[in-house]
């Protein structure tokens, strides 16, 4: 009988070095542009509703 290990396991001593992280990229938007104010005034609704619904299932 062999024994296997279990997958994913690491034989004793190898060591796994984290990949090296690429240089941050910029992201370059237009925070006068209306579609990117659209698109916050959209995200911080959806977000308040979830607060809303979050603190009203909190209090039951």
């Not at 062999?2 to 997958?7: D, L, M, N, T």
């Not at 796994?16 to 941050?24: G, L, N, S, V, Y």
């Not at 992201?27 to 959806?46: F, R, V």
């Amino acid at each position: 009988l062999s024994k296997k290990s279990p997958s994913g396991a690491k034989p004793a001593g190898s060591s796994t070095k984290p990949p090296a992280q690429d240089a941050e990229e910029e992201i370059d938007i237009d925070l006068d542009a209306p579609e990117t104010e659209k698109a916050a005034l959209a995200i911080q609704s959806q977000f308040r509703r979830f607060q809303k619904k979050k603190n009203r299932s909190g209090e039951q």
